[in-house]
């Protein structure tokens, strides 16, 4: 068992391996270690449940990865006591319709949702910050480097006329 914690990302297809492999990136600049499976609360429900009984025992949050009509959110989340970020891809051919699901759910349902990877990554980096201070300094220094990268382009947009 890892005492230290992991993200599971769980997509509801292989189409969304692409986006889940951007969270993917960004969890591995804040030192999360991860894993990726799929299964669709719509197709493979058992699967699903499954996965969830595989990780009750660990340190996990789940970082969802469906569009569309996003069930798997939802239904994870109401399914375990652990964290659960929604992370949709969003579409334009839906025009933005399709995030609703993600985020009109069932009461007692307390998924977060974000279309960034790079914000699911850094919230489910911050919640094993609370207890991992060798992530904890990643997010900081991650955080750090954001704002050095607006204070240089504070200082070059200064500059033009």
Request: with cysteine.
């Amino acid at each position: 068992m890892n005492m230290t914690g992991k993200a599971l990302i769980i997509m509801g297809s292989e189409r969304d391996l692409d986006f889940s492999r951007e969270i993917a990136k960004y969890l591995k600049l804040l030192g999360v270690e991860y894993e990726f499976r799929v299964a669709s609360a719509h197709k493979t429900p058992l699967t699903v449940l499954e996965i969830l009984k595989e990780f009750e025992t660990q340190k996990v949050i789940y970082i969802t990865v469906a569009g569309r009509s996003n069930a798997l959110s939802a239904f994870i989340d109401g399914s375990t006591t652990k964290p659960v970020i929604a992370c949709p891809p969003y579409s334009e051919k839906y025009g933005g319709a399709d995030i609703y699901s993600s985020l009109r759910v069932p009461s007692g349902i307390g998924s977060v949702v974000t279309i960034e990877p790079e914000a699911a990554a850094i919230a489910a980096a911050k919640i094993f910050a609370l207890e991992n201070p060798e992530v904890l300094a990643k997010v900081k220094s991650y955080q750090e480097t954001k704002k050095k990268d607006l204070e240089a382009a504070n200082e070059s947009v200064k500059k033009l006329k």
